[in-house]
């Protein structure tokens, strides 16, 4: 049981170049998340989706976009990247609603590094 | 203000002492969510609490709703418990986590 995988686990790119970066999870959950870590903030929810085929702004999302095209898959794009948006990103997963005090499954984090 | 705020946010320690590490928030709550994140790696739910004390382990969390505070507890610390702890709360105002910054624990051999 692989939990949450994502990929890649490193990249850089220069200032405007574009990429993909693959959330996958193997436990059948409706919700997951994107999120960025960042050197003396928490955690920041960039998107969300509630389900297959769904998707939804979080706190931090200008300069990405998403997509749950599959129940297993979020994947999180950035089309034209900024140094600003170098950080560490951290998927996630949940069975349920947040609200309803359910266990949150992450990933190992892809650290991206925009020059 | 932060909703979420650790103490202390770096912890150095030996091996074999009781660590205690701090949580405070300011909303009110569905549960709190204790994490643990290694260096370079990614992060492990430790647990959930929405009351009481938890245990697994050498770990005990426990959460004071009426106080808007939790702790997190190692006892007989070792080197493999230095990481990142991170405090996270789920809050009736919306369907989102919130995290504290962390607290950096470091067990000296």
């Known amino acids: 049981n692989a939990g949450v995988t994502q990929t890649p686990k490193f990249r850089v790119l220069k200032t405007g170049q574009s990429m993909t970066l693959l959330c996958a999870q193997d436990?059948?959950?409706?919700?997951m998340y994107w999120y960025r870590q960042d050197p003396g903030m928490g955690l920041r929810l960039i998107h969300y989706?509630?389900?297959?085929?769904?998707?939804a702004k979080g706190e931090v999302p200008d300069g990405y976009n998403v997509s749950r095209l599959k129940k297993q898959n979020f994947l999180l794009g950035l089309e034209s990247a900024a140094p600003s948006q170098t950080s560490v990103y951290f998927c996630a997963s949940t069975s349920d609603r947040i609200l309803m005090n359910t266990e949150a499954f992450f990933g190992q984090g892809t650290r991206l590094t925009v020059v | 203000k932060n909703e979420v705020e650790q103490s202390p946010q770096n912890l150095t320690a030996q091996e074999g002492e009781f660590i205690t590490i701090n949580c405070s928030y300011s909303?009110?709550?569905?549960?709190l969510h204790w994490l643990q994140q290694h260096p370079g790696g990614g992060i492990v739910s430790l647990f959930m609490?929405?009351?009481g004390k938890k245990k697994h382990g050498r770990l005990i969390a426990t959460i004071n709703i009426q106080e808007k505070h939790s702790s997190l507890h190692i006892t007989a610390s070792h080197p493999r418990d230095s990481a990142v702890y991170i405090c996270a709360i789920s809050n009736f105002g919306n369907e989102k986590l919130t995290f504290g910054t962390g607290t950096r624990l470091t067990i000296i051999p």
């Open positions: 909303v009110g709550i569905s549960a």
């Open positions: 609490l929405s009351s």
């Open positions: 436990m059948n959950h409706e919700y």
């Open positions: 989706s509630v389900g297959e085929g769904t998707t």
